[in-house]
């Protein structure tokens, strides 16, 4: 949190006094109080106040990119929106950044057409209209709004005004998650940096501030003053850190449009989320297992969509989207999809999942090696599709004897199914690198979302960084090594250890460099499915999931590569089961297929054995 209020030191003309600073050199987030101080935006109609301001070293370029990045995700600097829609734009430099003289608007409601302002020597670079989605549509209602971008600039200093102007008469109709003001703006002023050889650093050359033009007879609130610090902040931070060469790291939606997601998402809480956390029975969180399943749910309805010609609420919702602001929808192509397969979820876990996708109009079933408690609160339709089962390969089943019911009664499967059958593979462990091996003898499409390290044997271990195990030896950190012991040890052999010392040894849990560079083990996982899924013919796609949930990364698989080898449509299930049964000798180093059998087997009845946890 920022510095209190009570706790700036600000002089009497209104300034903060800060150390001298080299241009170049970021500055901390130290606001000073403007409100008793002249505002910097001053029109002869409208009455600013100017909150919060605080310098910065970043440059105009930057603030620029900064803002129109707050003003498409404004879930950064709010809890409670999902995001915005971008209605209308103007882009850099149309007309001078206005909309409505020509057709840029004219297909817009009455509602989503732009809110002009009007600054004095100020020049209006970019117009955006936009809508703000609130994540809970029952409580708060969206918030239509525009933005105006203007510019100033002066013989040694540049000036750059962001306004968003909320499309609302009266105070009472705002919206709970937006100060209560008639307008905002963010004012960056940026001074030419002067440095020489024989005079002191000049000051630090940007400011950023926040303004607001409040409604008629309304005063600035505590809580106002607040959010203009929060927004300041924000503003500041990814400011520096963009100037400092921030990158962001994961992108989000990349298979589908993040605005589909959150609709299909919003409904499915609205319909499941509620009755589903009431009659949960297991003794884990409700709110983590249930909101992360409608969350997988809505993800897999949307990515059906684009695969298959299937009918489902999520279509009638996405065709009264296109319709909201009054554009014009074309066909979808519905008549070049083939028609929605089946899925199967394999280690459904509670079943959560099943049921939702059942209940939307998907046919499915699934299974687990366990059953879990929460299955007896579904209707018996769905009780119907959730099995306990124990998968074993096929090719692992065919060469042990275990094809009966084990001694508690659960069968085996052997992961044949209808051809083209979607596979989900959720958090499924030992099944998760087996994935993309089933799709592809099952002529399936599948998404895999790992979380625990195995190998094709079922057992645990550290996935090579590589891509292919066959070119390198699987790499495993310094405490995982073990002594190496030749095949005719000498007495002074026999426990002679590896030279790499481990954390038993030295006793410092201290990361080495090379650790340090070394990519996580969930990461590794990651690319080692997705690996093995291009490994048999599958252009592997990856996204990151909006879960909530560390483990959220998926691999889908849905189209291949034209190799006759790969092609499932082209191969027959004996040239396609000598894949499979070539590539697990090799990441298994040269194990007869019999003994992998076997200790999978094992595994199997050891983990239908152990209590049902609440996944």
Known sequence: MATPMKALSISANGDQDHPTQTPTSPTKFQPMDRTKSTPNLQLPDELWTTVLETQCTFPPEVFHEVMLNLIKNPNITSSHLFRADISCDSGDGHDHGELGKDDLTRHLKAEYRPRNARFPDYEKKRTIVRELIPRNPQLDSPLVQTCLLFQRLREDEEENVVIYVPHIQREDEMPFYHPTVAK???????????????????????????????????????????????????????????????????????????????????????????????AWVEVTDPVK???????IAAFLIELWQDMYAATSPAKENLVEANNKYGAETNGDGEGTKPPFPGFVDIGCGNGVLVYILLSEGYSGWGFDARMRKTWSIFPPHVQSKLEQRLLVPQILLADTSSAEPSEEGKVYHSGVFAPGTFIVSNHADELTPWTPLLAYLNDSAFIAIPCCSHDLSGARFRAPPNTKASTQPHIRLPQQQTAQVPSDPTPESAHRKTSAPGAAETGSLKRTEAQKKMPSAYATLCSYVASLAEEVGFIAETDYLRIPSTRNHCIIG??????????????????????????????????????????????????????????
Do not use: C
């Open 184 to 278: 905002l703006a963010f004012h960056h002023t940026w001074r030419q940096p002067t440095s020489h050889h024989d005079e002191a650093p000049s000051q630090v050359p940007g400011t950023i501030s926040v303004s607001y033009n409040l409604f008629p007879d309304t005063d600035l609130t505590p809580k106002l003053s607040r959010t203009a610090l929060r927004l300041l902040q924000t503003v500041h931070k990814h400011g520096q850190g963009l100037l400092a060469g921030y990158e962001k790291r994961v992108h989000l939606d990349r298979i589908f449009p993040q605005k589909r997601y959150q609709d299909t998402y919003t409904r499915l809480k609205a319909t499941y989320g509620k009755q589903l956390t009431k």
């Open 558 to 615: 849905r189209t291949r590569r034209q190799q006759p080898e790969h092609n499932a449509k082209q191969a027959d299930l004996a040239t396609k089961q000598i894949v499979v049964v070539r590539l697990m000798k090799r990441e298994l180093n040269g194990r007869a297929v019999e003994s992998v059998g076997r200790d999978w087997v094992e595994r199997a009845e050891k983990l239908a054995k152990k209590p049902a946890s609440g996944h």
């Open 289 to 295: 297992h249930v909101f992360e399943d409608i969350g």
